[in-house]
């Protein structure tokens, strides 16, 4: 009777502390599982998804809707279906300090070919990029993941902006604002607050 209540404290014993290890691996693994989920979601080109992860002065202010969304991937990745994330790497806290600060995690994620698992061998203005190890043109953007008063949001606005810089260049914000995008938020920007995109002469 001894043994067999020892073993039921026991029992309870170790599924607490494993309890408590699973909930904390699923805190701490928090920001790399959005950024799966907005990874997927670019590659599936499920806006609806890409959308709802967005930082929320970004959907409120900033212009990402499903619309200006799927407008951007199909003038930037959509030129290389089918593609995919070929390669996605942390990027250090060392990088930008002030991430490790304010709680911030970033990613790059190179865009490739889903076929050949190649990376797509155009980027607009940059030969390479020595600091991610990319020594060639290829189209790479940041995924950067911070917490919000929803949980855990992708900065959709600096994907987009990269992204479209990558494929135009010096006309990302052209297509920026025919696409409905309006503003940004960073690290300077606080709660409820945006960053106007440049404006821009008419065409």
Not at 74 to 100: D, M, N, S
């Amino acid at each position: 009777m001894v043994f067999v209540r020892r073993w039921r404290i026991m029992w309870i014993v170790v599924t607490i502390i494993v309890s408590v290890i699973i909930y904390y691996i699923h805190i701490l693994t928090a920001p790399w599982r959005i950024m799966r989920k907005f990874v997927h979601a670019i590659e599936k080109e499920d806006i609806t998804t890409i959308v709802s992860l967005a930082v929320p002065e970004e959907r409120k202010y900033c212009g990402v809707t499903e619309k200006s969304v799927h407008m951007i991937l199909e003038t930037t990745l959509g030129k290389w279906r089918p593609f995919r994330a070929v390669k996605i790497q942390k990027v250090p806290w060392r990088h930008v300090p002030i991430y490790r600060e304010l709680g911030w995690h970033r990613w790059f994620v190179i865009w490739g070919d889903a076929v050949t698992g190649k990376p797509i061998p155009f980027h607009s203005t940059g030969r390479g990029y020595p600091a991610y190890g990319i020594s060639t043109p290829q189209l790479f953007t940041e995924i950067t993941v911070r917490p919000t008063n929803e949980g855990w949001r992708v900065v959709v606005t600096e994907f987009l902006i990269q992204l479209t810089y990558g494929v135009y260049g010096i006309e990302y914000l052209y297509i920026l604002h025919k696409a409905g995008i309006k503003g940004k938020v960073d690290i300077l920007t606080k709660p409820n607050e945006f960053k106007p995109l440049p404006k821009i002469f008419k065409r």
